[in-house]
Structure formats: structure tokens, C-alpha cells
């Protein structure tokens, strides 16, 4: 069973930079994808950033400029580097990987448990 643990949320400053990470308990190379969600109070979970196996990045348009998303293999582990953090980023960050199951053909998702970030005034 794939465990996803996420860590480096915390209070932060408007304006300030938060570094996650999501540390995967095995290879993250069966993954065709992983990235990051977000949902905040009263709000539908949303996609922060993505990034594929082959290094391929996407992010939303609210987060373009500001985050980067990256991976390491060798240390199992996905980053997301948040800057010029804002009051509208305040959310718990949820870590997700998508395997695709060779047999049935399906997109399989794992997900980490989520690590708070909140931005004060």
C-alpha cells in the first residue's frame, strides 16, 4: 500500500514562502503523475500544481508565477515551493499520485492525509 506523507505547512506572513513536501513509501516512478490539491473552508478541492513522470508541470492560473512544482526519484519525494504566498492561499495541501493499473487499464489515486498552510495579514 503506497503512503503519502506530506509536511512543511505552517503559519506564514502574506507575502511569505512555504516549502511542501510529500514523501512517498516507495518509487514514485510507477507514477504517471503527482501534485498537489488544496480545499479551503466552505470551498471545493481544487488542483494546485502537477507534475508527470516525465517532468511535465501544470498549475492553476491562481497559483501561475508564484509556485513551482518539482520531484526528486532518487529521494521518492514531490515539493511544492509556494512564494508571494496570499490570504486566498490559506488551505490544507493534500499530497495525490495516479497509477495507472496495467491489468484493468485505470487510473488508480493515492492520497496523503494533508498539512495545514495558513497565511495571516
Known amino acids: 500500500q503506497v503512503q503519502l506523507v506530506e509536511s512543511g505547512g505552517g503559519l506564514v506572513q502574506a507575502g511569505g514562502s512555504l516549502r511542501l513536501s510529500c514523501a512517498a513509501s516507495?518509487?514514485?516512478?510507477?507514477?504517471?503523475?503527482m501534485g498537489w490539491y488544496r480545499q479551503a473552508p466552505g470551498k471545493q478541492r481544487e488542483l494546485v500544481a502537477s507534475i508527470t513522470s516525465g517532468g511535465s508541470t501544470n498549475y492553476a492560473d491562481s497559483v501561475k508565477g508564484r509556485f513551482a512544482i518539482s520531484r526528486d526519484n532518487a529521494k521518492n519525494t514531490v515539493y511544492l515551493q509556494m512564494n508571494s504566498l496570499n490570504l486566498e492561499d490559506t488551505a490544507v495541501y493534500c499530497c495525490?499520485?495516479?497509477?495507472?493499473?496495467?491489468?484493468?487499464?485505470?487510473?488508480?489515486?493515492?492520497w496523503g492525509q494533508g498539512t495545514q498552510v495558513s497565511v495571516s495579514s
Open positions: 495525490n499520485a495516479q497509477e495507472t493499473m496495467v491489468t484493468t487499464r485505470t487510473t488508480r489515486h493515492y
Open positions: 516507495g518509487s514514485i516512478v510507477r507514477f504517471k503523475s
